[in-house]
Every structure is written in structure tokens, then in C-alpha cells.
């Protein structure tokens, strides 16, 4: 016999929860990537700047070698902090596509439990409109019997 509850119901939430926790993830580890995106940006802003100073530096009359020489550290400690930050978006990149894989087999897991889920539903439904149809058949057998019996068919 047919129950009434969905058996998988605590999988089926279960499936749902880890669903909602995994897309906050993504968001936060996308969120995370656009800020270091901007923070690279920004990078590549500050060496572009000290190159334009450099620049300037060597263009002018007099040249000021300690100057050009503390520019020249100061960019070479920015292209370092540029390598690093490649590396962190390249870290988190990777973070965002496995996070997306696993969000993608646990909808897929989720998708198939709804599907059991509207089977059983159907299951139900069908099985309820079966015992109706068996009640509505025995109610007209019945009066059929009873005005018959009215009639005097069966004397």
C-alpha cells in the first residue's frame, strides 16, 4: 500500500539545504574574486603610474640616479605583488570551477529525488482515483440493485 508520505523527504531537504549552502559559497568565492580582480587592477594601475614616472625621471635635464634607482625597487616590488595577486584570482579561478562542479552534482542529485518525488506524487494521485472510481462503482451497482429491488425485478 501507498503512503501518503514521500519516503525520500529527508534526503530530498537534505539535498535542498546543501544546494542553498553551496550557492552562498560560490557567491562568496566569486565575490572574493571580483575583489582581488579590482585589487589587480588597481596593480596594474600603480605600475603603469610608476613607469610614466620613470619615465619622466630619465626625460628631465637632470637625472637623479637615487631617484630612478628607488623607482626602478619600488616597481620591481609591485611586478612581485602583481605575480602574487595572478596567483591568488589564478587560486580562486579554480576555487569558483570546483565549487561550481560540485553545485552542479548536487542539483543533479536534487533533480532526481524532485523526480522521485512527482512519481510518488502521481502514485498517489492515481491510487486515490482508483479507490474513488471503485466507491463510485459500488454506489451505482448499489442503487442500480435498489431500484431494481423497488421495480420488483428480482421477485
Do not use: W
Amino acid at each position: 500500500m501507498l503512503t501518503r508520505e514521500f519516503n525520500l523527504q529527508p534526503a530530498l531537504s537534505h539535498k535542498q539545504r546543501l544546494e542553498e549552502i553551496c550557492q552562498m559559497e560560490l557567491a562568496e568565492i566569486e565575490q572574493s574574486y571580483a575583489r582581488e580582480r579590482r585589487a589587480l587592477q588597481l596593480l596594474d594601475e600603480l605600475e603603469r603610474l610608476g613607469y610614466e614616472e620613470l619615465d619622466q625621471q630619465h626625460g628631465s635635464e637632470k637625472l637623479n640616479i637615487a631617484a630612478i634607482g628607488v623607482s626602478f625597487g619600488d616597481l620591481q616590488m609591485l611586478q612581485k605583488r602583481l605575480e602574487q595577486q595572478l596567483l591568488v584570482l589564478q587560486d580562486l579561478a579554480d576555487r569558483i570551477q570546483r565549487k561550481r562542479q560540485e553545485l552542479i552534482e548536487i542539483s543533479k542529485a536534487k533533480k532526481a529525488l524532485e523526480k522521485l518525488k512527482e512519481k510518488h506524487e502521481t502514485r498517489i494521485a492515481h491510487a486515490a482515483m482508483k479507490a474513488e472510481n471503485k466507491i463510485m462503482d459500488e454506489i451505482a451497482t448499489s442503487q442500480f440493485y435498489r431500484r431494481r429491488l423497488a421495480e420488483g425485478a428480482f421477485e
